[in-house]
């Protein structure tokens, strides 16, 4: 009785050995629904931040254990994973990417003492009225994006006509906003404004109205799913109205759903990280594994390495002391130098313009460069 006694003990012992050895940290995302080409962008970015870091011996000599949560691009279920990763552990969430999602999860992750790091979540609400300082994004915000796209449409557009929608979503009506009053004060009044539905698979009716208005230029606030099949719509209907969007449109899914019809289609996003002499080691080992580096992975590698930067920094995972970490420090990553605001926001360059063509994007200029040899 006595051995077995012993033997209790000492497996207790190793098993919470073990234990201690871990930290679990998530990733969310909608890994499922039609936005789950950016749940896989966040998920190969995730999982080549922990191989990397844990093979260099994890983070304060303990590895690092993944939880991914898929919220699918949806407010209810977004809060329902953040409750499921607080519980299993996690101490850190890089997510999620949908404003929309972000936004009603930074309550629960604030409430649970779990740090938020959103590698996409672009909507000013989400920092601007964020629940406590351990909320944090590494990229930038619609009152930037907005601007770009809504300054470019003046400066290359002059005189065009301009239509200005939105899929009524969190994210779309945010940046569609900023787009109309950069617009307005910039002079250019937009013939057309209207929303749509997303989850919709004809947009007959919506292409019908930019005809019939003389549509030039439409600036779409929505997913790549919902956009995509509008501009090929337009296109079999015979409108050549040039498309702006915003960084919903990042990912090759976008080029899947519209194929040539999406020659020209234009977005802003930040300076691509894959250009960073620092992303390169980083990019060739995700591409080995069969992982793409493309859109939002290298945001969510570079929020996990910030957050394991300021634990190294802090000495342990304490909540305290790594938010204070976090808003004190600055941090090297494969997207450039990274520190925060008193908001929570990323100080590093916005957005610029890229330009879809032949199935690939590019910087605007460089794009029409391309093309016109």
């Known amino acids: 009785m006595k051995k077995?006694?012993?033997?209790?003990?000492?497996?207790?012992?190793?098993?919470?050995?073990?234990?201690?050895?871990?930290?679990?940290?998530?990733?969310?995302?909608?890994?499922?629904?039609?936005?789950?080409?950016?749940?896989?962008?966040?998920?190969?970015?995730?999982?080549?931040?922990?191989?990397?870091?844990n093979a260099k011996g994890g983070v304060n000599g303990e590895r690092l254990r993944l939880l991914i949560g898929d919220d699918a691009c949806d407010p209810k279920q977004a809060v329902s994973v953040a409750n499921r990763l607080a519980s299993e552990g996690a101490v850190f969430v890089a997510g999620h990417f949908c404003s929309g999602s972000s936004i009603p999860a930074s309550r629960v992750y604030d409430e649970e003492r779990v740090i938020q790091i959103s590698p996409g979540s672009t909507n000013p609400v989400f920092t601007d009225q964020r629940p406590g300082k351990g909320i944090f994004r590494v990229c930038g915000r619609d009152d930037q994006q907005g601007q770009v796209g809504a300054n470019y449409i003046i400066k290359q557009f002059p005189n065009a006509k301009v239509a200005v929608i939105h899929d009524k979503s969190a994210w779309g009506k945010g940046v569609t906003d900023t787009v109309l009053k950069t617009l307005q004060?910039?002079?250019?009044?937009?013939?057309?404004?209207?929303?749509?539905?997303?989850?919709?698979?004809?947009?007959?009716?919506?292409?019908?109205?930019?005809?019939?208005?003389?549509?030039?230029?439409?600036?779409?606030?929505?997913?790549?799913?919902?956009?995509?099949?509008?501009?090929?719509?337009?296109?079999?209907?015979?409108?050549?109205?040039?498309?702006?969007?915003?960084?919903?449109?990042?990912?090759?899914?976008?080029?899947?759903?519209?194929?040539?019809?999406?020659?020209?289609?234009?977005?802003?996003?930040?300076?691509?990280?894959?250009?960073?002499?620092?992303?390169?080691?980083?990019?060739?080992?995700?591409?080995?594994?069969?992982?793409?580096?493309?859109?939002?992975?290298l945001y969510t590698y570079a929020a996990i390495q910030a957050w394991a930067e300021a634990v190294r920094s802090a000495g342990s995972t304490d909540y305290e002391k790594v938010v204070d970490a976090l808003n004190n420090g600055k941090f090297e990553t494969v997207i450039g130098t990274v520190d925060f605001d008193k908001k929570g926001d990323v100080t590093l360059p916005g957005f610029v313009v890229y330009e879809w063509r032949d199935g690939k994007y590019d910087y605007a200029q460089a794009a029409q460069a391309r093309s016109s040899n």
Do not use: C, H
């Not at 006694?5 to 998530?26: D, K, P, T, Y």
């Not at 019908?208 to 230029?217: E, F, M, N, S, Y």
């Not at 234009?266 to 591409?287: E, G, H, I, S, Y």
């Open 4 to 53: 077995t006694l012993m033997l209790g003990i000492v497996l207790n012992a190793l098993v919470s050995g073990v234990a201690a050895a871990e930290i679990r940290i998530g990733v969310a995302a909608p890994m499922t629904g039609s936005s789950a080409a950016f749940g896989e962008q966040f998920r190969a970015g995730a999982e080549q931040a922990i191989d990397d870091i």
């Open 185 to 297: 004060a910039g002079g250019k009044k937009p013939a057309l404004v209207d929303s749509f539905s997303a989850g919709e698979r004809d947009y007959t009716a919506l292409v019908t109205k930019l005809k019939q208005a003389g549509i030039d230029v439409l600036y779409a606030g929505g997913y790549y799913t919902e956009v995509g099949l509008i501009t090929r719509q337009m296109r079999e209907q015979g409108l050549k109205a040039v498309v702006i969007g915003g960084d919903a449109l990042f990912t090759d899914e976008y080029w899947a759903i519209t194929g040539k019809s999406g020659d020209g289609t234009l977005m802003t996003f930040a300076p691509d990280p894959r250009r960073n002499k620092a992303a390169a080691p980083v990019v060739a080992a995700m591409q080995a594994k069969g992982r793409s580096a493309e859109g939002y992975a």
